[in-house]
């Protein structure tokens, strides 16, 4: 089984720090993506990446960066936390579409910014 | 751009009846999937069932079915014999078939119920 592991389940953080989020997984896949998940607006997607030190925006990238130095690490950086960024964050790893697999989620980080 | 809609925030229903949850997508593509991802209170999120648009046979897995109907832009996913298990946040996602990343596109989800 596909395992998508995310270092925290609960943060809480202050206003301005810099704050990272950590998301690893063990398939070898080549994409990984980054969405916050807030009520009533489902999944929306901030970052993703298709390859090592490759990343593309996704549909809310502002006040967000990424890292990918390793195939099955990706990080989710937020510059200087603003309580807006209390949310919800979800990791998900799929291999190459050509495969046409889905998508495999981690259990998600609660982050609460005060 | 895509967009995914699922108008139905919360949903209940009695343990063994069926449920219906809708869902409904606006694309000008002709060929992309479409997914059913569920989301239990322990929040990792699993997929439920899944559909290419290019089929026209609906999907089935086991008790959860979907009616895709193409021309009305329309994935409602039916769940039947409902068990307590069932309960969780369902969403409806979207992915092109021309999207190199194997982006998805979410609905706002719907929380099921299950009533013992």
């Known amino acids: 089984d596909v395992k998508v592991t995310q270092s925290s389940r609960y943060l809480v953080k202050r206003t301005g720090e810099k704050v990272f989020l950590e998301c690893v997984q063990d398939?070898?896949?080549?994409?990984m993506f980054w969405y916050r998940q807030d009520p009533g607006l489902g999944l929306r997607l901030i970052y993703f990446?298709?390859?090592?030190?490759?990343?593309e925006k996704g549909d809310i990238p502002e006040g967000y960066s990424v890292s990918r130095e390793k195939k099955e690490r990706f990080s989710l950086i937020l510059e200087s936390a603003s309580t807006n960024q209390t949310s919800m964050y979800l990791c998900?790893?799929?291999?190459?579409?050509?495969?046409?697999?889905?998508?495999?989620f981690g259990d998600g980080t609660r982050l609460s910014i005060l | 751009a895509q967009t995914v809609t699922q108008s139905q925030p919360e949903m209940s229903v009695q343990e063994a009846e069926t449920v219906t949850l809708s869902c409904t997508y606006d694309?000008?593509?002709?060929?992309?999937?479409l997914f059913w991802y569920k989301q239990p209170p322990s929040r990792q999120m699993i997929l439920v069932i899944r559909?290419?648009?290019?089929?026209?046979q609906n999907a089935t897995e086991n008790r959860f079915s979907v009616n895709f109907q193409k021309a009305a832009k329309s994935f409602s996913l039916k769940i039947s014999d409902s068990q307590l298990g069932d309960a969780a946040m369902y969403f409806c996602?979207?992915?092109?078939?021309?999207?190199?990343?194997?982006?998805?596109?979410f609905g706002g989800g719907t929380r099921l119920m299950v009533k013992p």
């Open positions: 996602a979207y992915r092109s078939a021309y999207n190199a990343g194997n982006m998805l596109t």
């Open positions: 998900a790893s799929s291999p190459t579409p050509i495969l046409n697999q889905p998508q495999h």
């Open positions: 694309t000008s593509e002709s060929d992309y999937y």
């Open positions: 559909q290419e648009a290019y089929k026209q």
């Open positions: 990446s298709y390859d090592v030190k490759m990343k």
């Open positions: 398939m070898d896949h080549e994409n």
